[in-house]
């Protein structure tokens, strides 16, 4: 029996998962000691929205200096399909987190895994349609 065909959003949540990765590849370690970013809520589909919290995410990738691997990963995660993949959440048609800069800021590896996470989370959702 073949393989189910992959959709073209879980194609895009995965590319934008792997820019992420190359991104992360790229900071250095200067930012990564020194740098802070604004989180968001632990539990982001409960307490945010998962679209809110891209915006959030979006924000954050911006105040990495300039590269090719982040302008890459900015335009993913502004994609009309990466937006569509991580539309699960049930806040977003309610709720939006507030101002992305009224949250804590926390170490840069703690916001690329929250990123991490929820492009995950989009993948699998995915692969349940």
């Not at 090719?68 to 994609?79: A, G, I, M």
Request: glycine share 4%; with cysteine.
């Amino acid at each position: 029996m073949p393989a189910p065909t992959k959709s073209w959003t879980q194609r895009k949540l995965e590319e934008t998962l792997s820019e992420l990765q190359k991104f992360n590849e790229t900071i250095t370690s200067m930012d990564r000691a020194e740098k802070r970013v604004n989180m968001l809520p632990k539990d982001i589909e409960q307490d945010c929205g998962c679209l809110s919290a891209l915006k959030c995410f979006e924000e954050g990738i911006s105040t990495f200096s300039q590269s090719t691997e982040q302008t890459k990963l900015s335009r993913s995660l502004k994609n009309k399909l990466t937006i569509n993949g991580l539309q699960f959440c049930a806040k977003d048609s309610t709720s939006a987190c507030s101002d992305c800069k009224a949250h804590p800021s926390e170490s840069v590896d703690e916001f690329l895994n929250q990123l991490q996470s929820l492009l995950q989370k989009g993948i699998t959702k995915q692969r349940m349609y």
